[in-house]
């Protein structure tokens, strides 16, 4: 899909409006997001990690590396899947640790915070392929039902008044 020059500068804007968000005081910026793209496919992460960060992208590090691993089996390099899918998350910040060790669980209210970015670019690309990847994003997209049913099978759903494929991945740490 080729983007209208309409669509094309709306992705912009909400790039720049993305990054200029500071909604949650209890998440550790920078906000991670990918660049300024329409697509066909559209990769759902749960929120960045301690080192995405520093590189301004999402999945940047340990999960991306294996994600991405995961991709090269089908043929798709990471150059090629960034080049022609958007990723995005249902948090655009670090979460931080929790205090059990591990990332901490956005909180509900942060999700919700952030929510209105991923809405915007489902409805700016009208994607044919969704890929929520780990439970948060999972459960942003299809009823919640345990992992094993619906990791891997394909499913057809109306995300924000669009029709499309779904497709769910387990988180890759």
Known sequence: MSATPQKSGDIHAHIRDVLACRKCPN????????????????LAGQAPGP????FGKPFAWTAGKTLFRWFETIG?????????AFIGAVC???????KGGGDRVPSPDEIEACAGWMEREIQLMRPELIIPVGRLAIERFLPKA???????????ATIFGHACD???LPHPS
């Open 27 to 42: 998440m550790i910026g920078p906000v991670v997001t990918h660049h300024p793209l329409i697509a066909n496919v559209y």
């Open 51 to 54: 080192r995405e960060g520093q």
């Open 76 to 84: 798709v390099d990471e150059e090629t899947f960034r080049a022609h």
């Open 92 to 98: 655009r910040c670090f979460p931080g640790k929790a």
């Open 146 to 156: 345990p992992l094993a049913e619906l990791i891997g099978k394909p499913f057809r």
């Open 166 to 168: 779904v497709l769910a």
